[in-house]
């Protein structure tokens, strides 16, 4: 890039607020800025932060322009990540600031590295508990008993100061004084690893020549699960440190387990940096500041982790690329493997997708030859894959108000007999999707959304998945009024979890399921439960299907298997395929026990979809989908793009939608399609009625910028109006 990197006088500056799209001159302070600088300037009466983003060297009139307030002591952003956050903001057509907003992620970063005041657990709980005591202990514990900062952990606790200080006179809590920003321990590639299998070794090799060419490239590594991708990537991780170069893991939220930190301490002799919304603001600060300096090696990171300002990244891992929660749907709408690629490709940088089931996208890429591609075709060791079966629903006796079918229940009491675990998938989060009136068939639907009302019974409240709103559970019909007529249709995990507690009554059960856990640590406690084999029978939603490693689990039962098959949605069968053998995949994955089974209830034994899981024949599947995709003209062969405009009324927003798409001559210009407006979707949330337009372009059209026109043609929005643009939208 072709960019100063020193500004003596003025400077162009990429300023950090909502209202301000784009970036503003500011005269420089004495001695000149660099490029990439935090900065805090003038805005108005404020004082907001930005960063020193290039300079037009004398077109400035100087005499107007208001200077730079002051420096801030953090480093610089570099050119590459100028770059990535430029290239990421034209691809999504995110404002400027919205983007640095996303790099500057970590607070406090114009505060002064001092040492500062840390509380951490010293001693047993006060002779005196309260209710604010034990608030504040509870935070404590959650995070493993880390250091706070005093206001930090009263806030968090939503206590005032003075509780934090009363449990430090009682010595349960110490105050300490901790140097800022320390560095990290260093990683050792060089202690001994696991001896690789065959083809762990080969693709391992694979993966460090790539790394060994110091430039951009993506390798697709595939293998079910169990084969051993983690030890492979580690191998890489391992090249990439001895390279002197930092190492980024992406993981989908959940699998930040505990579990794999323990894997990278034994091969690396130490943990590595953590980065989700779970770690504390110090630690956030902390990370930021390390990654920058190159104090830290590796980082392990949910999709935000990207955006770190790593001095020098040289390979970043997409574990599960196939991952759905890599995709970010909220002010900034982007896919963090896609712009994994876009960073390494800035950067100088290698990226390792790994996957069983990866997204029809990255199959297709590999397929064409842009990726590279890695295979490792067994299970690790002796462990073998699943046998795989149906149980026809059709023709099963089942009871009324039953979920699990008689030849299901068989097995499970035989694993149990034997010591092992069962798991039981069924991705549905609550006790029972439908409340619905016996007499007049009323459902109970959320007053805001579009979305019924999902009973949970350990909350005894009727809550909609899409805004969190909560109510009580009727006794009377909301609709007809008829008294004790409301019901229960259709089983989530409790319910399924009350008919095990019937029918196993000596089995232990425990249900995984996101809302059941009031802290990530919880989860984790439990999970390790299960792994220490303290559960017989697992209940779990999608959480389940992710990572962990339960060695005594012999048996997968998929409650639902035809749940997700019907969707409209062109994805639809993709994202079944992965769910189901992702959760088939649990089963038996160690070695030297018996051979896991997995069986699929379905009403539809010969739907494409469960054909294609029990033969195992997963490349046919992947290539009759992506040729589907090409008829179609879908991604990865077209491009796609989904613009949501939401609006508090109806006929406002579908009459400024039409409006819209009546002027959409720069899309025509390009060779692309306009579908709809039609509802999105979710076609109301929070009260906002929501309306969506499809985008469909040739592959090489230059879609974002014909976008870009069609939107500055638009009318005046009325007031209220929210649009967002989502480019390669996940559902379509
Ligand atoms: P994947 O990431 O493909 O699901 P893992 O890397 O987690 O597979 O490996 C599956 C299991 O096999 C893990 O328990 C792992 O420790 C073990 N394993 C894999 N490779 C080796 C090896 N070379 N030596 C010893 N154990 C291994
Ligand atoms: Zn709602």
Not at 387 to 411: F, V, Y
Not at 507 to 522: E, I, K, N, T
Request: glycine share 10%; with cysteine.
């Amino acid at each position: 890039m072709s960019r100063p990197l020193f500004f003596p006088h003025g400077a162009r500056i990429a300023v950090l607020t909502q209202e301000v799209v784009g970036v503003l001159d500011y005269l420089a302070p004495e001695g000149g800025v660099r490029l990439g600088q935090l900065v805090v300037v003038p805005l108005g009466p404020r004082r907001v932060m930005g960063a020193v983003w290039g300079t037009g060297m004398g077109d400035f009139d100087m005499a107007k322009l208001r200077p730079v307030a002051r420096l801030v002591d953090a480093p610089p952003l570099s050119p590459e990540m100028i770059e990535f956050l430029e290239r990421m903001a034209e691809y999504t057509l995110t404002p400027l600031p919205s983007m640095l907003r996303m790099a500057t992620r970590a607070p406090d970063l114009d505060q002064p590295p001092q040492a500062r005041r840390i509380i951490h657990r010293a001693g047993p709980p006060p002779a005196r508990m309260t209710d604010a005591r034990e608030a504040v202990l509870r935070v404590i514990d959650d995070h493993g008993g880390a250091g706070f900062a005093p206001a930090e952990l009263a806030q968090l606790a939503g206590v005032s100061g003075s509780v934090v200080q009363g449990l430090v006179k009682a010595g349960t809590l110490a105050e300490v004084l901790a140097p800022r920003d320390l560095p990290y321990p260093r990683l050792d590639p060089d202690l001994p690893g696991k001896p690789l299998a065959a083809d762990q070794a080969e693709a391992a090799e694979q993966l460090r020549a790539a790394l060994r060419t110091r430039r951009y490239g993506t390798t697709l590594l595939r293998g079910v699960t169990g084969s051993g991708k983690t030890e492979v990537y580690l191998e890489a991780v391992a090249e990439c440190l001895r390279q002197g170069r930092q190492a980024l893991v992406l993981l989908p939220e959940i699998a930040l387990s505990a579990e794999f930190l323990a894997r990278v301490e034994a091969r690396f002799g130490a943990q590595p940096g953590e980065w989700h919304s779970g770690i504390t603001r110090s630690e956030r600060r902390r990370l930021w500041m390390m990654s920058a300096t190159h104090h830290v090696g590796m980082v392990v990171g949910a999709r935000s982790a990207l955006f770190l300002p790593f001095a020098d990244l040289g390979l970043i891992i997409v574990d599960e690329e196939h991952d759905g929660s890599y995709k970010q749907e909220d002010v900034v709408f982007y896919s963090a493997r896609d712009m994994a690629v876009l960073r390494a490709s800035i950067g100088g940088a290698q990226v390792v997708l790994a996957s069983a089931t990866p997204s029809v996208e990255s199959w297709v890429n590999a397929a064409a030859g842009k990726y590279a591609r890695v295979d490792l075709r067994a299970r690790y060791g002796s462990a073998e894959l699943p046998e795989m079966g149906t149980i026809d629903l059709r023709a099963a006796e089942m009871e009324k108000g039953r979920w699990i079918s008689p030849r299901l229940a068989e097995e499970i009491r035989a694993r149990k007999a034997r010591g092992e675990q069962s798991l039981l998938f069924l991705n549905r989060r609550g006790y029972a999707p439908i409340t619905a009136c016996r007499a007049c068939g009323q459902q109970v639907g959320c007053d805001q959304c579009d979305a019924r009302m999902v009973e949970h019974r350990f909350q005894n409240r009727l809550v909609c998945h899409q805004c969190g709103a909560t109510k009580p559970i009727p006794t009377a019909c909301p609709a007809c009024g008829v008294e004790g007529k409301m019901v229960a249709v259709g089983p989530g995990v409790e319910r399924l979890a009350e008919e095990v507690a019937e029918r196993f009554p000596d089995a232990r059960a425990s249900v995984l399921s996101s809302d059941l856990f009031g802290s990530a640590r919880a989860l984790k406690e439990a999970i390790a439960e299960i792994g220490a084999g303290e559960t017989d029978i697992i209940i779990g939603t999608q959480l389940v299907a992710k990572g962990h490693n339960f060695p005594r689990l012999t048996l997968v039962g998929v409650i639902d298997a035809d749940l997700g098959l019907q969707g409209a949605d062109l994805r639809a069968a993709e994202r079944s395929f992965q769910l189901m053998r992702q959760v088939a995949g649990r089963a038996g994955r160690e070695g030297g026990g018996a051979r896991g089974l997995a069986l699929l209830q379905t009403h539809q034994p010969d739907h494409p979809v469960i054909r294609a899981i029990l033969s195992g024949q997963d490349e046919a599947f992947w290539d009759a989908e992506a040729a589907a995709r090409q008829s179609a003209g879908m991604p990865p062969f077209g491009r796609l793009a989904g613009i949501i405009l939401s609006h508090p009324d109806q006929p406002v927003v579908e009459d400024y939608a039409r409006a819209m798409a009546q002027r959409s001559g720069p899309l025509q210009a390009i060779g692309a399609e306009l579908f709809g407006p039609a509802p999105a979707p979710i076609a109301r949330i929070r009260g906002r009625v929501r309306v969506r337009m499809l985008v469909r372009a040739p592959r090489q059209a230059p879609v974002q910028s014909a976008i870009r026109d069609w939107l500055a043609l638009a009318p005046k929005p009325p007031t209220n109006l929210r649009l967002s643009v989502d480019i390669d939208p996940q559902s379509f």
